[in-house]
């Protein structure tokens, strides 16, 4: 194993989800709370440990990725990580900092759609890291689902 490659595996999507987390503590307590939430919405003790587990696969996926022995360029897949990793950061601030869920409907969709190039981008080179996006990739349509519902109620 290449440490130092794991080790920034990791810590890019952890970033990301720390960006996030700097909008979303404060506004759960209350903007979030005030919200009509559909009946399906979690408990929010759910959501620190879903994606913290969803980080850390996001991670070992791209170290798997990165250090695939395939021959063929890897860009377009870096890339494609990189984007979803901003967005992922951008859906918080926008939801939660700003406030202003119609607009995070629209992001999501973008975050969705650089999820899946990133997942066909990384199946040429690792199955397993494809596995580990899948579940991100479910929990970033439930979230969809979860803001437009949020959305449509208030």
Do not use: C, H, R
Request: aromatic residues 24%; charged residues 10%.
């Amino acid at each position: 194993m290449k440490w130092s490659k794991f080790v920034i595996s990791l810590v890019i999507p952890f970033i990301a989800g720390g960006l996030g987390s700097i909008f979303t503590f404060d506004s759960i307590p209350t903007w979030y709370a005030a919200l009509n939430k559909p009946f399906f919405n979690p408990p929010n003790w759910v959501f620190g440990p879903a994606w913290t587990i969803l980080y850390a696969f996001q991670g070992i996926a791209l170290y798997l990725f990165w250090n695939s022995k395939k021959k063929a360029s890897k860009s377009q897949g870096f890339k494609f990580f990189l984007i979803q990793v901003v967005l992922n950061a951008l859906w918080s601030i926008i939801f939660f900092g700003l406030k202003i869920p119609i607009f995070a409907i629209v992001e999501i969709i973008f975050l969705w759609i650089f999820i899946f190039l990133t997942i066909k981008e990384f199946k040429k080179f690792d199955k397993t890291a494809t596995y580990l996006l899948y579940p991100y990739l479910a929990w970033v349509t439930f979230a969809s689902l979860l803001n437009l519902f949020i959305v449509f109620l208030n």
